[in-house]
């Protein structure tokens, strides 16, 4: 007789996927929604326009593995910097990885000036509209480890107000 055991599943990463505030490109978001699922993340995906508050209120619910803001409008620089701020200011937002991508300002070829500096504000990678998707999943799946809705950790960062 064969016994056929379960193949244990891998949990999935859980990604919040954003634009910048005032970007309300919407195509952008459901590539890289599609895509991001693709690769096996869980994805929140908050839609076009997102406010600042409500990206952070966000990251504090959903408690994401990585955040993904997009940028198609030009302002990703100016808008994506003061989001990386407030997100890397408050304690739910402190630790999780965050990248940018997509162009990030009106400079054309130039936009990659903007790369150090945000980097330099908390973003931890930064891809030009040029960069392949595959830069964004490899760097993705380098990140560690994966967490799933049932073994999540219930404690909350260091001054972290849980959601109401």
């Known amino acids: 007789m064969t016994v056929m055991m379960a193949q244990p599943t891998l949990s999935k990463r859980r990604v919040l996927l954003t634009t910048v505030s005032s970007d309300s490109h919407t195509w952008n978001l459901v590539f890289l929604n599609l895509l991001l699922e693709e690769h096996g993340n869980e994805v929140l995906n908050l839609g076009p326009c997102v406010p600042d508050a409500i990206v952070l209120e966000a ?18 620089f100016l808008d994506g910097g003061r989001l990386i701020r407030i997100l890397r200011n408050d304690p739910c937002g402190r630790e999780v990885p965050a990248v940018i991508g997509g162009k990030l300002g009106i400079l054309g070829e130039g936009n990659d000036r903007y790369r150090d500096e945000l980097l330099m504000a908390g973003f931890d990678a930064v891809f030009a509209d040029t960069s392949s998707p595959d830069a964004l999943t490899s760097h ?24 109401c």
């Open 140 to 163: 993705l799946r380098s990140l560690p480890g994966q967490s799933s809705l049932a073994g999540r950790k219930l404690d909350m960062p260091q001054g972290c107000q849980a959601p």
């Open 59 to 76: 990251v504090r619910q959903y408690r994401p593995d990585a955040i993904v803001v997009s940028s198609v409008n030009g302002h990703g």
